[in-house]
């Protein structure tokens, strides 16, 4: 049976919402940061040598990347039903935010984050990440403007992977997202699904989503 290992407050959120969209039945286990430093736990890393989240163990298979996991049972387990074929007419928006949340749109907001815990502050990378970053949200907001989803007109992986960098990942830096009307609009139908609230009671229990 297929195993989820969920660290909290973490983007292996992504493998339980989809997992929940499927309707799969799944073993899910939870752990928490440790209280010194906010990193998983020994238990958590010694599951593979990434040492991170998420994890899945699935028929002996270990596997981490939060992406090639998604993908790996959406097409196993799902018969690829939130990717897009190639003839599909949305299949190059899908295919290009996929793979920007972790290629781009996450490393701008870590290298943003990491930037101002740093000491002494340095203006010029500083203020490089930030034009970045801005640009970023500024294509979400655009996006969320000309389609219901970020992969179109249905739910894909792209969604799936992109939710968890505007709300969850946004807890970290407090970006408010008052001049964002089509972003707040999406994620309010977002958090309206059932399955995703079904994994965030699983993955945060006690904890509102960060839907505006």
């Not at 992986?157 to 992109?162: E, K, Q, T, V």
């Amino acid at each position: 049976m297929l195993t989820v290992h969920h660290l909290g407050i973490s983007q292996s959120e992504r493998a339980v919402w989809l997992c929940e969209e499927l309707g799969l039945d799944y073993t899910f286990k939870r752990y928490d940061r440790r209280a010194d430093n906010r990193l998983a736990p020994d238990e958590l890393k010694a599951l593979h040598p990434a040492g991170m989240a998420p994890v899945i163990e699935d028929d002996g298979l270990v596997m981490a990347e939060s992406g090639a996991i998604c993908e790996y049972i959406d097409r196993k387990y799902g018969g690829g039903q939130h990717c897009l074929d190639a003839d599909h007419p949305d299949f190059a928006d899908h295919l290009f935010w996929f793979h920007y949340t972790n290629g781009t749109f996450m490393t701008n907001g870590m290298m943003q984050l990491m930037l101002a815990m740093a000491e002494p502050q340095n203006e010029m990378p500083a203020a490089f990440v930030a034009d970045r970053t801005a640009k970023a949200w500024d294509m979400v907001e655009k996006r969320l403007g000309e389609a219901e989803f970020f992969g179109g007109s249905q739910l894909t992986l792209a969604d799936i992977m992109m939710v968890y960098c505007i709300t969850t990942g946004r807890m970290m830096r407090q970006l408010p997202l008052g001049d964002k009307p089509n972003t707040v609009a999406y994620l309010q139908r977002i958090g309206a699904r059932e399955a995703y609230q079904r994994a965030w009671t699983k993955c945060e229990p006690g904890l509102e989503p960060n839907l505006t």
